[in-house]
């Protein structure tokens, strides 16, 4: 099973909270599982941290990648089983929504915009209980849910697309300009 995460490694974007989800699951559900940090890192005592932590915890498969093209952003997406944020703080996420694009299932941590950007076609966490979120990373591998997740979520990623909103915002921007 193949985790991943897009957004730039930063402290509070959680990334270590998605690792130690990562850890158990790897430990109770599918020990060859990987995960992807993708994203550059603001800090370079926070990617640190995050490798340390991967150290400590002793799990295997974990892969700070850095920044990618992308080209390589979209063999992450395409290659990916299942999308986790657990970020604290998001305005509008993007990468939930490409997720959502690729058919992956998205489990991510109610806080901010998230709740809004992903709407009903994921899995939202009001808390950070690893094993619990773990478990819904193996849920999510079950064709039945994949499927039902995948549908919602292009509906739900068809809802941003900009040619639906570009005339409203046109509209808008005039007449905020002639007021």
């Given at each position: 099973t193949d985790l991943l995460f897009v957004g730039r490694l930063s402290p509070n974007k959680k990334q270590e909270d998605v690792v130690k989800v990562f850890a158990v699951f790897r430990r109770h559900f599918d020990p060859e599982a990987r995960l992807f940090l993708v994203g550059g890192a603001s800090s370079a005592r926070y990617r640190k941290a995050i490798a340390e932590l991967v150290d400590r915890l002793g799990v295997p498969g974990v892969s700070l990648v850095g920044a990618v093209s992308d080209e390589e952003l979209l063999a992450y997406y395409?290659?990916?089983?299942?999308f986790v944020s657990l970020s604290e703080h998001e305005g509008f996420c993007v990468p939930v929504v490409e997720a959502m694009l690729f058919d992956l299932?998205?489990?991510?941590?109610?806080?901010?915009?998230?709740p809004e950007t992903l709407g009903?076609?994921?899995?939202?966490?009001?808390?950070?209980r690893y094993d619990e979120i773990a478990a819904l990373v193996h849920l999510v591998r079950e064709a039945g849910t994949r499927e039902r997740l995948a549908r919602a979520g292009r509906l739900r990623a068809e809802h941003f697309r900009p040619e639906r909103h570009g005339r409203r915002l046109l509209q808008l921007v005039g007449e905020a300009l002639a007021a």
């Open positions: 395409r290659a990916a089983d299942v299932p998205v489990i991510a941590y109610a806080a901010t915009a998230v009903d076609a994921g899995i939202l966490v009001d808390h950070k």
